[in-house]
């Protein structure tokens, strides 16, 4: 196999890109819908961690300033959803702090409303939301959510994966029947930054 | 033989969502639910019921203390109450109890004590007549779920 054979070879060999199965962090402060998202997320195979505030879902990732080590539960979580309507820290108070934190900001979040308004929806996708989902949220709607963020984690690690091969190409030809592992991928992959969408540069 | 009393049933409980679409009562968004509902989650649908009536218990109670208030004055303390209220009635298919909130609220925006009560004594009424109905619901689709286990022990 050679180094040179083209990204289609190493992406076929090498083992699964990104995530198969997301992880899913949702916050709501209605127990009747927390209940239902949850239901939804399973339903479509994404573990999920459901959470009543945005000061809880901050504290789970970290970012409440405790200090949190490496790992507060081992678990990486790949989508964020949260209602726009709570108490204490809205939605989209959320988002914004969110996407201020250098380790945080490329989890995808996606803001859920009851309420239809149009300048609501265009400050939260401004400020880097995903996606705006009426409420009550449909299988379909998730189904949706869920693929557009594993083809985007599946581009992104292909994106790295390209970076990678560049920087370390090894000096002499590979072995044709070893596995084909032709670059050494650090064992915790960050996906590069990802910039807000509505700016379109990369 | 046994098989056919869990047929009845299920129809029973059909005719009775049928009613209560018809009457406005309940929305598709109750049979999303029931989608959501299979032998992995048998009790779905009446877990997120029950929380909801749980929940809503508490709103109500909330808003029938603001608006008997003598100096009544926290509209928008009522808006939160009852933004969360429509919510969650939405999130469970119950349309008129949302229809009556989105009301509520405007009467509320519109600081009109006489209107607010009006909407809460409509509110407190229909709400009553959901619960019993979903708990009829509820009551034959166990009566259903026992009479298709006796004669179809692994049957999905």
Excluded: W
Aim: hydrophobic share 35%.
């Amino acid at each position: 196999m050679a180094i040179t054979a083209g990204e289609e070879v190493m992406a076929r060999d090498s083992p699964p890109s990104g995530p198969t199965e997301l992880h899913v962090l949702a916050v709501d402060d209605s127990h009747v819908d927390r209940k239902v998202i949850e239901r939804l997320l399973k339903i479509s195979s994404c573990r999920v961690t459901a959470v009543e505030s945005g000061s809880r879902a901050l504290q789970y990732l970290g970012l409440d300033g405790e200090r949190a080590s490496v790992g507060f539960d081992g678990l990486k979580v790949n989508l964020i959803m949260t209602d726009y309507s709570m108490p204490g820290m809205t939605g989209y108070e959320l988002l914004k702090k969110i996407k201020e934190s250098s380790t945080m900001r490329e989890i995808p979040v996606v803001i859920m409303s009851s309420e239809n308004i149009l300048t609501r929806i265009d400050r939260c996708l401004e400020e880097g939301a995903e996606d705006f989902l009426l409420k009550p949220v449909k299988l379909a709607d998730v189904k949706r959510l869920k693929d557009s963020v594993l083809r985007e984690q599946g581009e992104e690690h292909e994106g790295c994966k390209r970076k990678l091969q560049d920087e370390y190409m090894p000096a002499s030809p590979c072995d044709p029947s070893s596995t084909p592992m032709l670059c050494p991928s650090p064992p915790s992959l960050q996906p590069p930054s990802k910039r807000p969408r509505l700016l379109n540069v990369d | 033989m046994l098989g056919l009393g869990a047929d009845r049933l299920r129809a029973d409980m059909n005719r009775l969502l049928a009613f209560l679409f018809h009457q406005g009562v309940l929305d598709e968004q109750f049979l999303q639910l029931q989608q959501l509902q299979d032998e992995s989650s048998p009790n779905f649908v009446s877990e997120v019921v029950n929380i909801y009536f749980h929940e809503s218990e508490k709103l109500l109670r909330n808003l029938r203390g603001l608006v008997l208030e003598r100096e009544f004055s926290d509209y928008k303390r009522m808006g939160i109450h009852l933004n969360q209220l429509i919510g969650s009635s939405s999130s469970i298919g119950a349309k008129r109890l949302t229809n009556i909130c989105v009301a509520f609220r405007a009467a509320s925006d519109q600081n009109n004590p006489t209107a607010c009560l009006r909407a809460l004594e409509l509110l407190e009424h229909d709400y009553c007549y959901l619960k019993n109905k979903l708990h009829e619901f509820f009551q034959i689709e166990q009566q259903r779920v026992m009479a298709a286990g006796v004669r179809y022990p692994i049957q999905n």
